[in-house]
């Protein structure tokens, strides 16, 4: 873990008043304490809301035109595991996240659900200390430019696998929980997408929504579509 916070709060764009908040957004699960402040996960929790909420206004003020609909499915591809870890792994944040010897030996710094929440407690500490726009000058900062890679609204992933399947006269693809894991209030699922009995794809979420897209995309990407 890297000590040189000096480095995270000039790419946070931000000089933490309280930097305790921000000590508590980088520390991973495995090395909490008893209790419900000794881990990042609450931080996660409200990260998450404020992230969904700044990516709404960013859209609405970007895409006047657009219904909502297509705002939705923009959200979605926005807000989504994948676009959460290109700004950890930018921002390398994974260095300075304070975890376990067993979670860091099995990868912790480069696993995708730990670097996502992660950045989300993030924000969520960047609101708590400098308030919403604080947070919201932190996300623009690193999620405008990929607003703007898709110039048409996305599918989502499992409206285009479904449409991928109907188009060949398939069944509609089908979603198997393979494994369920960690505590009851915060489970991490795995979840195969596949279509007519077809090899499938596998990915894991903290929720099944989200893992059932993440499998889509994979089996999309593994089909040639992604």
């Not at 929790?45 to 960013?58: N, T």
């Not at 409206?159 to 069944?171: D, I, S």
Request: overall charge negative; glycine content about 10%.
């Amino acid at each position: 873990m890297s000590s040189d916070f000096s480095k995270l709060t000039k790419s946070l764009g931000h000089e933490f008043t309280a930097p305790e908040l921000l000590n508590l957004a980088l520390r991973h699960s495995s090395l909490s304490v008893s209790g419900p402040g000794g881990s990042n996960e609450r931080y996660e929790f409200l990260g998450d809301r404020v992230f969904g909420l700044v990516i709404a206004e960013m859209l609405l003020n970007r895409f006047p035109n657009e219904d909502e609909g297509d705002i939705a499915k923009r959200h979605t591809a926005l807000v989504r595991q994948e676009a959460l870890v290109r700004v950890a792994t930018k921002i390398k944040l994974g260095d300075f996240i304070e975890m376990s010897d067993g979670e860091e030996n099995s990868g912790g710094r480069e696993n995708s659900s730990v670097l996502s929440d992660c950045c989300e407690a993030v924000i969520a500490a960047l609101y708590m200390d400098g308030g919403l726009d604080v947070a919201s000058d932190f996300i623009a900062e690193h999620w405008s430019a990929m607003m703007e890679e898709t110039p048409r609204p996305p599918k989502d992933a499992k409206t285009a696998l479904q449409e991928w399947a109907q188009g060949r006269g398939l069944p509609l693809p089908e979603y198997t929980e393979i494994s369920r894991e960690g505590p009851a209030h915060k489970p991490v699922f795995e979840i195969e997408a596949s279509v007519d009995g077809r090899k499938g794809a596998l990915a894991s979420g903290t929720s099944k929504r989200k893992a059932e897209q993440e499998a889509a995309e994979n089996l999309l990407k593994e089909l040639g579509l992604g």
